[in-house]
T-cell receptor, first 117, second 109 residues
Framework: DADVTQTPRNRITKTGKRIMLECSQTKGHDRMYWYRQDPGLGLRLIYYSFDVKDINKGEISDGYSVSRQAQAKFSLSLESAIPNQTALYFCATSDVIGLGGSYNEQFFGPGTRLTVL | GIQVEQSPPDLILQEGANSTLRCNFSDSVNNLQWFHQNPWGQLINLFY???GTKQNGRLSATTVATERYSLLYISSSQTTDSGVYFC???????????FGAGTRLFVKA
């Protein structure tokens, strides 16, 4: 079974609809992340969470919100979807090991392809 | 914030050829990863390499942290190597991983 899972894998919705993307992990990592990838570009960080009580904005948080329901679950919501939020969305996890938390390798889910019409 | 630049942006190879992909970064880093995004969009971890050299089969990577660059070597390329290769860094004292724009590789049979 995959260590990081995302649901749904594909979603088509209409402008103005509320959408929730879900991420679950079995790696036991404390840190979780949501990224967005636009065609031909690298990934950009939307939100990140270092533990259940810690939520932080990334580069492009406007129009998005998140919920960390448990160590293993991190959800991303689009309150009112708009066409320029059409993108590939990735969830990632990492563990922090070592003095000062110097080891921080990230592992990614399979992605959710979202289309907003 | 830290800048990450990858080169070349696009690369076309004949099957069996070797290649070198480069990642330059503008600040000192704690972490550096190389990923392969396959044509289905999945991100595959290749290397976690904040410094030094690692090898995994036909792929190897070297990071020279003091000179702020990392190289990914692909030898005897295969069509399955096609896709986009990303470098991602976490700068020292930072909390956000920054991705480069990627190198798009196409290997012809």
């Amino acid at each position: 079974d995959a260590d990081v899972t995302q649901t749904p894998r594909n979603r088509i919705t209409k402008t103005g609809k509320r959408i929730m993307l879900e991420c679950s992990q079995t790696k036991g990592h404390d840190r979780m992340y949501w990224y967005r990838q636009d065609p031909g570009l690298g990934l950009r960080l939307i939100y990140y969470s270092f533990d259940v009580k810690d939520i932080n904005k990334g580069e492009i948080s406007d129009g998005y919100s998140v919920s960390r329901q448990a160590q293993a679950k991190f959800s991303l919501s689009l309150e009112s979807a708009i066409p320029n939020q059409t993108a590939l969305y990735f969830c990632a996890t990492s563990d922090v090991i070592g003095l000062g938390g110097s080891y921080n390798e990230q592992f990614f889910g399979p992605g959710t392809r979202l289309t907003v019409l | 914030g830290i800048q990450v630049e990858q080169s070349p942006p696009d690369l076309i190879l004949q099957e069996g050829a070797n290649s070198t992909l480069r990642c330059n970064f503008s600040d000192s880093v704690n972490n550096l990863q190389w990923f392969h995004q396959n044509p289905w969009g999945q991100l595959i971890n290749l290397f976690y390499i904040p410094s030094g050299t690692k090898q995994n089969g036909r792929l190897s990577a070297t990071t020279v942290a003091t000179e702020r660059y990392s190289l990914l070597y692909i030898s005897s390329s295969q069509t399955t190597d096609s896709g986009v290769y990303f470098c991602a860094v976490l700068n020292t004292g930072g909390f956000k991983t920054i991705f480069g724009a990627g190198t798009r590789l196409f290997v012809k049979a």
